[in-house]
């Protein structure tokens, strides 16, 4: 069982920034992988940034450039860092953690204003 909290949405102009932080239950090194996922309205769920136990990464082709995933393994944190954000960026983000199985976060809004 795996737990993770995600904080740091909010509203936001364009053009500005957000971090958001996911804390999870157990120690990350012990997870194959660690990611967010995003939900806008009336849409499905997407993959936004997802970081391997390994340090590979991978990103939607819609945040490259704009979005950086990263942690901190003390602290059992992983960040989204979001610059440049877009109206078109406005959903429900989530955390995710896999380890055969997969577990999510509640989520944190994220709107970003036009």
């Known amino acids: 069982q795996v737990q993770l909290v995600e904080s740091g949405g909010g509203l936001v102009q364009a053009g500005g920034s957000l971090r958001l932080s996911c804390a999870a239950s157990t120690t990350l090194s012990s997870l194959m992988a660690m990611g967010w996922y995003r939900q806008a309205p009336g849409k499905q769920r997407e993959l936004v940034a997802t970081?391997?136990?390994?340090?590979?990464?991978n990103y939607a082709d819609s945040v490259k450039g704009r979005f950086t995933i990263s942690r901190d393994n003390a602290k059992k944190m992983v960040y989204l860092q979001m610059n440049s954000l877009k109206p078109e960026d406005t959903a429900v983000y989530y955390c995710?953690?896999?380890?055969?199985?997969?577990?999510w976060g509640q989520g944190t809004q994220v709107t970003v204003s036009s």
């Open positions: 970081q391997t136990s390994g340090g590979s990464t």
């Open positions: 995710n953690a896999k380890l055969g199985l997969e577990w």
